[in-house]
C-alpha cells in the first residue's frame, strides 16, 4: 500500500485494514454531508470549502476503487494460479504412483516368469488324493462311530454299517489310487507319442561314392 492509498483513506476516515464495503459507506456518507445542495444557503466561503472536500472525497473513493478491484483481481489471480500449480501436483503425484504402481507390478510378473511353473503330476495327484482322502476320511468316521455306537447300545445295524463300511473305504482308496496312476501312465505315453510325432525325420543315408 503506498502513500497515495494511504492518503485517500486518510481523506474518508478509514484506517489502513478497511474493507471495500467500508470504504464506499465512508464515501456515501461524507458526499452526502458535502454536497453543494446541503449548502445552498451558506455563505460563499463555505460552498467553495465545500465543492473543495466534495472533489477530495470523490477523488479518494475514484483511487480506493480502482485499488481495491486491482488487489482483488491480483488475489483472485493468485488464487487460480495456486489452484493450477496444486491440480498439477497432484496430477504428478499420481502419474508418479501410476508409474510405481506398473513398475512393481512388472517386476511381479518378470519374477513370476522366472520361476518354473509347479505344474508336475505329482502336485496335482497329491492335491486329488487330497480331495480323495477327505471323502474317504469322512466315510470312515462315519463307519467308526458307527460300529461304536452300535457296540455300545447293543444295535445289530450299526455294527453291520460299521464293519461294512470301514473296510469299504480301504478298497476305495487303494481303487481310487490305482486309477490315477493308470491315468498318469496313460498322459505320460500320450506326451511322448506327441513328441515323436513332432520331430522330423532323419535325413536318408549318401550313396557310396564310386
Not at 472536500?53 to 491480483?74: P, S, V
Not at 481303487?175 to 520331430?199: I, L
Request: glycine residues 6%; proline residues 4%; charged residues 30%.
Amino acid at each position: 500500500m503506498n502513500d497515495k492509498i494511504r492518503h485517500c483513506l486518510d481523506v474518508l476516515g478509514l484506517s489502513i485494514n478497511a474493507t471495500y464495503e467500508e470504504a464506499k459507506r465512508a464515501y456515501r456518507d461524507l458526499a452526502t454531508v458535502w454536497h453543494p445542495d446541503k449548502h445552498n444557503n451558506s455563505n460563499a466561503r463555505i460552498k467553495e470549502m465545500a465543492d473543495e472536500k466534495l472533489k477530495e472525497i470523490n477523488n479518494a473513493w475514484d483511487e480506493l476503487n480502482k485499488y481495491f478491484n486491482t488487489r482483488d483481481q491480483e488475489a483472485k489471480n493468485e488464487d487460480e494460479r495456486y489452484k493450477r500449480e496444486r491440480a498439477k501436483q497432484e496430477a504428478s503425484q499420481a502419474e508418479n504412483q501410476g508409474n510405481e504402481k506398473g513398475d512393481f507390478q512388472g517386476e511381479i510378473q518378470e519374477e513370476y516368469q522366472k520361476q518354473p511353473h509347479v505344474t508336475n503330476k505329482a502336485t496335482q495327484e497329491a492335491s486329488l488324493i487330497g480331495r480323495i482322502l477327505s471323502i474317504e476320511m469322512l466315510l470312515l468316521l462315519m463307519g467308526v462311530a458307527s460300529l461304536v455306537y452300535g457296540i455300545a447300545n447293543g444295535q445289530a445295524i450299526n455294527i453291520f454299517w460299521g464293519v461294512v463300511i470301514i473296510p469299504g473305504v480301504f478298497i476305495l482308496i487303494k481303487v481310487r489310487k490305482k486309477d490315477w496312476t493308470k491315468h498318469w501312465q496313460e498322459m505320460e505315453a500320450e506326451q511322448k507319442a506327441r513328441e515323436s510325432r513332432g520331430k522330423p525325420s532323419p535325413p536318408p543315408d549318401a550313396p557310396p561314392e564310386g
